[in-house]
C-alpha cells in the first residue's frame, strides 16, 4: 500500500473526527494520532481488506481510549493566546484604529523606521542595516516620523517651521 490510500481516506477521517469530538483542533489532533498510529501499524493491515474501515477503527479506539483515560486539557497555541495584557476599555479599538491610520498618513520611509523601532524593538544600528540607510538618517527620519504622528494624533496640523534663508 501507498501513502496515497491513505492521504485519499483525510477528508472522511476529518469529517469523523470533528461531528465525534466536535472541536476542531481537538478533531484535527485525532486524526494526527490516528495517522501516525496507522503508519506505526502498518504492517497488521491486511490487503484486500477495506483500508477506511481499518483506519476508522483506529480513530474510534483512540478516542474510545482518550475517554476512559481523560485525554490531557489542551490549550490551543495561537499568537492571540500571547498578547499582553492591556487596560481594560471599551475605547482601546477606536484608539487602535485610529493608531492605525494615522501611521497610514506617515510617509512611508519614516513609517518603516517608527514600526521597526517601536514594533520590532530593533536597534538604530539593526534599523540602519535592514533599510541599508545611514545611521544619522535613521535618527532623522524616526524625529520626523514621531513628531508627524503626533501632528496627527493631536490634530496639529501646524505647518512644518520653515525659515527663509537669504
Not at 1 to 7: E, G, N, Q, Y
Not at 91 to 101: K, V
Request: glycine share 4%.
Amino acid at each position: 500500500m501507498d501513502s496515497t490510500a491513505i492521504l485519499a481516506e483525510l477528508p472522511r477521517l476529518r469529517r469523523y473526527a470533528r461531528a465525534l469530538v466536535g472541536d476542531k483542533a481537538a478533531a484535527d489532533d485525532l486524526v494526527q494520532d490516528t495517522l501516525e498510529r496507522a503508519w506505526s501499524r502498518l504492517a497488521r493491515w491486511r490487503p484486500g481488506s477495506d483500508l477506511r474501515t481499518w483506519l476508522f477503527a483506529i480513530m474510534h479506539n483512540l478516542r474510545i481510549d482518550q475517554l476512559r483515560h481523560g485525554a490531557p486539557e489542551c490549550v490551543p497555541i495561537d499568537e492571540e493566546a500571547h498578547v499582553l495584557p492591556v487596560r481594560a476599555s471599551q475605547s482601546d479599538r477606536i484608539e487602535l484604529d485610529n493608531l492605525a491610520e494615522a501611521l497610514a498618513q506617515v510617509p512611508e520611509e519614516q513609517r518603516a523606521v517608527l514600526l521597526l523601532i517601536s514594533l520590532e524593538e530593533m536597534s538604530y544600528a539593526e534599523v540602519a542595516a535592514t533599510l541599508d540607510i545611514p545611521l544619522g538618517t535613521v535618527m532623522s527620519r524616526l524625529s520626523r516620523g514621531r513628531e508627524r504622528l503626533r501632528q496627527i494624533l493631536t490634530g496639529d496640523r501646524a505647518s512644518p517651521r520653515l525659515r527663509v534663508v537669504r
